[in-house]
Antibody
Framework: EVQLVESGGSVVQPGRSLRLSCAAS????????MHWVRQVQGGGLEWVSR????????SYADSVRGRFTISRDNAKNTLFLQLNSLRAEDTAVYHC????????????WGQGTLVTVSS | SYVLTQPPSVSVAPGQTARITCAGD??????VHWYQKKTGQAPVLVVY???DRPSGIPERFSGSASGSTATLTISRVEAGDEAEYYC?????????FGGGTKLTV
């Protein structure tokens, strides 16, 4: 069974940093592109970042480029998101998601971890 | 950037058919995917590539696309279908979501 479990969310002050993790199991992690998608409270889904299988190619939404960094450890089946220079508008539940092997949809998601940016 | 527009809400009685639309410029040139999102739960892919259904998703869920609109149709709606539904495409650069539609049963 495919499982994605996020962790690392917390309350943090504006301007500070945070690192999120996503532990993957039930599939060969290194075979798949992985993403982070967030949902603000009461709002919709927003794509954040994507990483390819060997970490050689990453992409970011304009709203986070230059502040967030996606990475992965295929030996530990774990996806990461480093959040720097956090702003109030980054407050959201952050989900990791697996990109399907033959398309651009997200076929499995985690339940998410809450990041609250507040002074 | 590419914009997908969904109605904020759709209401339907149990047993009836719900149709949720997703409008975008030349959306037919994109593959449209649909997700079900319940509060506190992970999103679930219910339709991909406009019309296909992942294994485990009931046949009551179907998708279509024509012109500038894609549609998620839920037949014989059940109370458990109450959720938010999001359409999504890849526009060549970013993964874009619609604003979401709250389905009330």
């Amino acid at each position: 069974e495919v499982q994605l479990v996020e962790s690392g969310g917390s309350v943090v002050q504006p301007g500070r940093s945070l690192r999120l993790s996503c532990a993957a199991s039930g599939f060969t992690f290194s075979d798949y592109y992985m993403h982070w998608v967030r949902q603000v409270q009461g709002g919709g889904l927003e794509w954040v970042s994507r990483i390819n299988r060997d970490e050689s190619v990453t992409s970011y939404a304009d709203s986070v480029r230059g502040r967030f960094t996606i990475s992965r450890d295929n030996a530990k089946n774990t996806l990461f998101l480093q959040l720097n220079s956090l702003r109030a508008e980054d407050t959201a539940v952050y989900h990791c998601a697996r990109e399907s092997g033959d398309g651009d949809e997200f076929d499995y998601w985690g339940q998410g971890t809450l990041v609250t940016v507040s002074s | 950037s590419y914009v997908l527009t969904q109605p904020p809400s759709v209401s339907v009685a149990p047993g009836q058919t719900a149709r949720i639309t997703c409008a975008g410029d030349n959306i037919g040139s994109h593959r449209v995917h649909w997700y079900q999102k319940k509060t506190g739960q992970a999103p679930v892919l219910v339709v991909y590539d406009d019309i296909d259904r992942p294994s485990g998703i009931p046949e009551r869920f179907s998708g279509s696309a024509s012109g500038s609109t894609a549609t998620l149709t839920i037949s014989r709606v059940e109370a458990g279908d109450e959720a938010e539904y999001y359409c999504q495409v890849w526009d060549g650069t970013d993964w874009v979501f619609g604003g979401g539609t709250k389905l009330t049963v």
